[in-house]
């Protein structure tokens, strides 16, 4: 099982980016995805999720309203639409899917439940 987060660079701020996420070796398209951020010296933070049908997404308040989750199950592929980027938005981005407990707005963004990290995409973006 892989998934590769790609479409990060470097991106002023006010800018946007789109990521992708694909996943080979195993199809998805029953589990909720969800993409994380890591900043240089912090640790792992949820940024958004989106449930299997796509029909209801979740996000961090620090992203809401500048980002959108979106998925394609058929091509087995999330993406990650960010706007109005701001240089707190620096960090490496992954995606991966929940495969434990319940789909709940508190449990969407729990890391621990989320499984087969792969590697993820930096974003950069400067003042």
């Known amino acids: 099982v892989q998934l590769q987060a790609s479409g990060g660079g470097l991106v002023q701020a006010g800018g946007s980016l789109r990521l992708s996420c694909a996943a080979s070796?195993?199809?998805?398209?029953?589990?909720?995805m969800g993409w994380f951020r890591q900043a240089p010296g912090k640790e792992r933070e949820f940024v958004a999720a989106i449930i299997w049908s796509g029909t209801s997404t979740y996000y961090a308040e620090a992203v809401k309203g500048r980002f959108t989750i979106s998925r394609d199950n058929a091509k087995n592929t999330v993406y990650l639409q960010m706007n109005s980027l701001k240089p707190e938005d620096t960090a490496v981005y992954f995606c991966?899917?929940?495969?434990?407990?319940?789909?709940?707005?508190?449990?969407?963004?729990?890391?621990?439940?989320?499984?087969?990290w792969g590697q993820g995409t930096l974003v950069t973006v400067s003042s």
């Open positions: 991966a899917p929940k495969t434990r407990g319940i789909t709940t707005a508190q449990t969407m963004g729990i890391i621990a439940n989320y499984d087969y």
């Open positions: 070796g195993r199809t998805f398209s029953s589990y909720a």
